[in-house]
């Protein structure tokens, strides 16, 4: 699975999101799909990166994008160990 797919399918999951959902209200979300495949890319070249940061969002609301991200990731059969590299360096 391509970072594209992940963002993808990782940005339906939030935008299904009823608490998470309205924080994108007004928001391109072509043009945030393309900054998170970006931050998903250098993610999985081991370089941190916060895409959510300026979004007002809470550190629980942040915890809950980073699952989603995980249940994408592990349904895309990433190794363990590159899934909590993501993560860590995603959904801070």
Do not use: F, N
Not at 8 to 23: F, Q
Not at 59 to 68: A, L, M, N
Not at 82 to 90: D, F, H, S, T
């Amino acid at each position: 699975m391509t970072p594209a797919e992940i963002v993808r399918r990782w940005l339906r999951l939030v935008t299904a999101d009823a608490e998470l959902s309205p924080y994108l209200v007004g928001v391109d979300l072509g043009r945030l799909a393309a900054h998170l495949t970006a931050s998903v890319t250098a993610a999985l070249a081991g370089e941190a990166t916060d895409p959510w940061g300026g979004l007002g969002l809470s550190k629980e609301q942040h915890r809950r994008i980073g699952d989603y991200l995980v249940g994408v990731c592990w349904a895309a059969d990433l190794p363990d160990g590159l899934i909590a590299e993501v993560r860590r360096a995603v959904a801070r």
